[in-house]
């Protein structure tokens, strides 16, 4: 009897787990990848068990969860910002120190409910904003968003309102990031701005006159802290929330999940509403978040991922229908920048071998031209320190440090610029570093060089005997190619790409440097680094 029971047990559990592996197959074989934005789901599978994990749910289920918990869902885009051709084309005011060769992507919005949209300019080509999908004539609306073209990039927020972005994260590249910004606030009554840096002016008397800030707020997503569901931080996909109130982030969160998403696909960006200006009603301050995308490895994948973004992303405005109480952010505590070692105590003789560099420049160029030495600056306060000095940080990235030249000109085709100093990747206190030339005042970069150039270039000045020599770079920006280390400086008149990819000559000009990324995960402290140096030679 005893031995029966063993063999009927024995059986019993023989089918159930024959049962189970046909059923674990059964589910592995049913699961299906779903091209449509926002609706596929990422298994991986060990050798022993098949794990759901990192999953990618479906956007129109979450925007039919949050519609039945009480908001208005509208539907937004996020596609790319070419300043450089916008501001060519007479639609920008400004390129606000776009690093030439990066591309900038931006969220796309409708206004709020029972908001007015932004008129443009169909004269000069520049488009409405759309209008709100939700717009009761009974109910008076709030005023529109100052016009800035173009129209939908920037935008006011009540501080119950969510943005939701689903999105392909960039193929292999240098860098990227995400990032929130302030970008126009009410300016003060009596105060005159006129020779404020980077000070322009939009709005009008119904919606408030507005200057730009244009500073970041908090830390930003980036390929070194970003949530996505696949192993590698390129290609794969994720979904930004950004809100003012911890009641409503918490809800979209939960509809999110209920739509299939996990939770570590789910990346949460903050603005501190007792800080900043939210809210729809006149001189309220408006809002933007940029990415960008730097030195892709596949250029042609990179084009393709550009091309079809739009297509790949979804974006919703998630209002709700009755006001939710105030439920705020503090101001995030950001990465600080520093590791306490300055790049000098890094190098042998940095002071010595600069000064090398120096005179072997000078002493290879001096007798056909003058020349004009030109330090370098902080270029631009962090985003928080601009907001409360009420200053134009001109879309800061606390990712990196910028420092900047004094201005200067060209004054003839066979002037140039050395551009030289230490090579702060090798070094360890950036990811990546660049030299870009701008030309004011409409801040356009035409002209840039990347560390990727550097390796070698400083040979020449130093000698064989330097045993760090690829520590330093020397290189050139030059109307003609003087050598295989110059980039070449194109003209503003007849650019065929447009006017602001270049510059003419007796225009002023600036040199900005930038360190992306040291050890600490942001940008390099500026007490830390030996700060670029620029040499401009004029022909005799």
Sequence with gaps: MKTEKRSLVAWSVFIATLLICVTLSACSASTETNEKPGSTTSVEETNDTV????????????????????????TGSFAELNTIDLASKGKLLSCFGNNAGSVYTVLYLPPAPEQDNAKGNPERGLDDEIQTLYDDPSVEN??????FSPAGWQYKLRADEALVLYTELPPECKYYSFINYIMFTEEKEGKNYKNEKGYFQVGNEEVGFYHPIFGSIGTSVSDGRVNCDGDSVFGSKAVIVISANQTVTEQVVEQLKSAGYSENVINVMTIPENTYRMGLEK???T?????????????????KYIEELSEKSVVYRVTPKTEIASNPYENETVIPRGTGVHEAAILDNAEENLDTIRRAIIDKYSDEYDYEELGGEIAVPEGLTAYMTDFNAKGDNRDTSYT????????SDEDFIVVYGVNHTATGKAHYSNAVLYAKPMLNGVCSVYDSMYSGTAREFLGEECKDVDSYYVYKMARTQMDENTKIIEYSTGNEKGKFYGVDNNNNLVLAFRAYVDQTGVGPSYYEIIYDRTIVFHKK
Excluded: H, W
Aim: glycine letters at 6%.
């Design 287 to 303: 809002f933007c978040m940029i990415g960008r995308i730097s030195q892709p490895t596949d250029r042609e994948a990179y084009e």
């Design 142 to 147: 709030y005023p529109a968003n100052p016009f």
């Design 404 to 411: 900047m030249t004094p201005e200067f000109q060209l004054n």
């Design 283 to 285: 001189g309220k301050d």
């Design 51 to 74: 794990a759901q994990t990192k999953t990618i749910g479906s956007m129109d289920e979450f925007k039919t969860n949050m519609e039945n918990s009480d908001y208005y869902v509208q």
